[in-house]
């Protein structure tokens, strides 16, 4: 696979960029499929792989696949059909058991997307691909199986943009070269990551200057005051801003409290719930958030993982204490900035380094704010 560094794009946009990053996957792998989500990142990577097939003069349908995750509103799951029955591309849509979890003061809890023994949200349309014998997946084993039928090499193409996080941030910094493409636990499959360096306004440029049409979720989003997304309400994330899909959606906020009706006691006591208060009845050490995680994450792999990701953290931090780096910020691993975001549900994958500790950070491990002041 050839190599396509810094210095090949210095004088190009991110909408060039993007297209010939694009191009290279095209050539470099055997399958090809994009991700759509009905958003806003991942409609703009579909209409840019149009773009570049048109320019390569490629006939074939471009293969597209959407997986329902089954507490999707409405107009969402009507632009994706659109899109799926126009005929215009091989687009494959997916209606699996699907591992997931929801947020509730602080706990995270796992739910099974499409399980077979609760009321579903909505029924899937009859062309959906459904799972065989009863199979429950997870993120990685969703691929595998999406990915099963294609030949060699495969290449899914994604919408993820490096500043919607700094966990995204960080999955695209991790290489030099082709930093875009990202592995899998499927050795065959990677992840495409072509508009990571788009920011939002360049996603709604693209749209305007090319008159493209998109869910109309994120329009009424922004009358709404929050952050534009269509992913799953019982996320972290979107949780804790439960109480604005009443406004947003209320006969979908009547769907999803029918049937998970915990979310009510997340959306009455979110802003109300101190955080803090809770750290602050463990011991300040590895042993008081391993403790919080035993006592709070009930769900056995969402434990395992969370241990996991702290102990990944507090390994790194001692090397680094070792080595006399960051000493200023603990590592990049306060002992409190690690038990936050353990409480916020942010263990999915590696916990990132915090840039600049807190006076807060200094004194829940015992020092002062004369220590603080030496590194301020």
Same mark, same amino acid.
């Given at each position: ?6 210095? /090949? ?14 191009? /290279? ?9 994009? *991700? ?11 209409? +840019? ?119 995204? /941030? ?32 360049? =996603? ?30 019982? /996320? ?27 979310? +009510? ?39 395992? $993982? *969370?241990?996991?990701?702290? $102990? ?8 680094? +204490? ?15 900035? =690690? ?17 600049? *500790?807190? +006076? ?17």
């Amino acid at each position: 696979m050839g190599k396509l560094g810094k210095k /090949h794009y210095i004088d190009k946009n991110v909408y060039e960029m993007s297209k010939e990053r694009i191009k /290279h996957i095209l050539e470099s792998f055997d399958s090809v499929l994009v *991700a759509f989500s009905g958003g806003k990142d991942s409609l703009t990577v579909l209409h +840019l792989v149009e773009e570049v097939y048109n320019e390569m003069g490629k006939k074939e349908k471009i293969k597209v696949f959407f997986r329902d995750e089954e507490v999707i509103p409405d107009n969402v799951i009507n632009f994706v059909k659109q899109k799926c029955e126009s005929g215009k591309y091989d687009f494959r849509y997916y209606a699996i058991p699907l591992k997931s979890t929801k947020f509730i003061l602080g706990k995270t809890e796992e739910y099974i997307q499409w399980d077979k023994n609760r009321k579903w949200l909505r029924n899937p349309p009859e062309y959906a691909i459904r799972a065989e014998n009863d199979e429950i997946f997870d993120q990685y084993t969703a691929d595998t199986f999406i990915c099963k039928n294609e030949k060699g090499k495969v290449a899914i193409l994604t919408g993820i943009r490096a500043d919607e996080s700094l966990v995204r /941030h960080s999955s695209c910094c991790t290489k030099r070269d082709e930093n875009y493409i990202n592995d899998t636990e499927d050795k065959r499959i990677k992840i495409c990551k072509p508009i990571y360096d788009f920011t939002e306004r360049d =996603i709604f440029l693209y749209f305007f200057k090319n008159r493209k049409e998109y869910c109309d979720i994120y329009d009424l989003e922004m009358l709404n005051k929050q952050p534009l997304r269509v992913a799953t309400p019982l /996320h972290a994330e979107s949780a804790k801003i439960f109480d604005k899909l009443k406004t947003l959606n209320p006969i979908f906020y009547q769907q999803l409290i029918d049937i998970f009706p915990e979310m +009510l006691v997340q959306e009455k006591y979110w802003k109300e719930y101190d955080r803090t208060s809770i750290i602050y009845q463990y011991e300040h050490s590895e042993i008081g958030i391993k403790k919080y995680i035993k006592e709070n994450i009930k769900d056995n792999n969402e434990r395992i $993982k *969370a241990i996991k990701r702290v $102990k990944q953290a507090l390994t790194t931090r001692k090397n680094k +204490l070792k080595n006399n780096e960051g000493k200023q910020n603990f590592g990049g691993y306060p002992l409190l900035y =690690i038990f936050k975001t353990v409480l916020a549900g942010g263990y999915k994958r590696a916990i990132q380094p915090k840039l600049k *500790a807190s +006076l807060e950070d200094y004194i829940y491990e015992g020092l002062t704010e004369e220590d603080y002041n030496k590194y301020k």
